[in-house]
């Protein structure tokens, strides 16, 4: 089979999910280009990588004409970080639908975008909330192939220090084996699976707005 020469974007590409993604992709033969977009320099030197350094602010005079086929959205704060909602929903929501909404006008139709297991727009949980009004506003940016993904709770090695999620790592594996039947889906993933498989379902370049959940996420890892 011929080598195809895809163009991949990632936002978000310092975190977890961002990284892992970055690094299957510049090993990946069918992608020729892979953009990121950070505030700062990421220390990653590759041939087929080409840095943005930019924020919400500065972001579309860098990209305004920039051809993409393939859009990651891997972008995510937390509360910590960014205690001012206004500015956590700027980060998690306006940021990658401004992005969407630039790539859409240059011929971009594929996003695969990194949710939450329980996201809902209707919840009174500030964070599962958002997320679900993140679903929402990717979901009218009207792109051909819309691919949400809602994991649990991620295992991998974060470049910052999270008391909680550190403890929860470590207790998981013994909670995931009572998570039978529905309650699958609360398993926790490794960030590489849920990588691979954003890469793989947009590489299938099938249509439609499709939601994946934790369990479905590591069939197509």
């Known amino acids: 089979m011929p080598e195809t020469n895809y163009k991949a974007l990632v936002l978000g590409s310092s975190g977890l999910i961002g990284n892992q993604t970055i690094n299957l992709l510049l090993n990946n033969n069918k992608y020729e280009s892979v953009y990121t977009i950070s505030r700062t320099e990421l220390p990653i030197r590759h041939s087929k990588l080409i840095q943005i350094i930019a924020d919400y602010d500065s972001i579309e005079k860098h990209i305004d004409h920039l051809k993409i086929d393939h859009f990651y959205s891997c972008v995510g704060t937390t509360a910590s970080k960014t205690p001012d909602k206004s500015k ?60 949400i993904f809602r994991p649990s709770l991620l295992l991998g090695e974060r470049k910052e220090f999270r008391l909680m999620e550190r403890i929860s790592q470590i207790i998981y594996p013994i909670i995931n084996l009572f998570l039978i039947g529905k309650l699958k889906d609360y398993k926790s993933i490794h960030a590489k699976q849920v990588a691979s498989a954003m890469i793989n379902v947009s590489l299938s370049q099938t249509k439609g707005i499709d939601i994946y959940q934790t369990q479905k996420i590591k069939e197509l890892a």
């Open 88 to 147: 956590y929903y700027q980060i998690d929501l306006e940021y990658p639908k401004k992005v969407a909404q630039i790539l859409k006008g240059n011929g971009c139709e594929s996003i695969s975008i990194v949710s939450s297991i329980g996201a809902n727009n209707t919840s009174s949980n500030f964070y599962l909330k958002l997320k679900g009004d993140v679903e929402d506003a990717i979901k009218n940016t009207n792109l051909s192939s819309i691919h």
